[in-house]
């Protein structure tokens, strides 16, 4: 069954260190989505993909970056972790157009 | 002004009683309109959709679009204990999918 994976499942860093979060979907969707979620925020979108090469930044975006050298993943990178990105971290995704998004399990990040 | 607007709650209601969640949402380029459910601890899961005005109806749940007054709703009939769960509204406008803050359900057996 297709599906949409991430990793780790859960990280403890260090402030100013860099950490990536890998996501990894098997439905050959388009679109793909990065969210933290934080108690009383809902879901808050970090960084988005169309396609390949294509990355736009989300309301949350400072301190993170995608990229999208392939159709089925899209990283996370924190450049220097800080404590306010203290979080659960969740990937997205779905076809083009007006469709649903299946998220990945989560990936619970803690800075020290 | 969040893009899109729910009552964070906690909202509680009495088993078999009706759930009413509502949503207002800020871009009127917005098309589909979605109600994720959440269990504590567990990712998001995919409710209804919703695209026309008026309601849309699956099992015990209804969805309700009014793209003038730019609100959404969803109504859960006979509610149960399993429908405790943190429910989140979502706006899909140019392929961009932007959630509101969520609602905590609970339901008292």
Known sequence: ?112 | QKEVEQNSGPLSVPEGAIASLNCTYSDRGSQSFFWYRQYSGKSPELIMFIYSNGDKEDGRFTAQLNKASQYVSLLIRDSQPSDSATYLCASQGAQKLVFGQGTRLTINP
Not at chain 1, 30 to 36: A, E, G, L, V
């Open chain 1, 1 to 112: 069954d297709a599906e949409i994976t991430q990793s780790p499942r859960h990280k403890i860093t260090e402030t100013g260190r860099q950490v990536t979060l890998a996501c990894h979907q098997t439905w050959n969707h388009n679109n793909m989505f990065w969210y933290r979620q934080d108690l009383g925020h809902g879901l808050r979108l970090i960084h988005y993909s169309y396609g390949v090469q294509d990355t736009n930044k989300g309301e949350v975006s400072d301190g993170y970056s995608v990229s999208r050298s392939n159709t089925e993943d899209l990283p996370l990178t924190l450049e220097s972790a800080a404590s306010s990105q203290t979080s659960v971290y969740f990937c997205a995704s779905s076809t083009g157009g007006w469709t649903e998004a299946f998220f990945g399990q989560g990936t619970r990040l803690t800075v020290v």
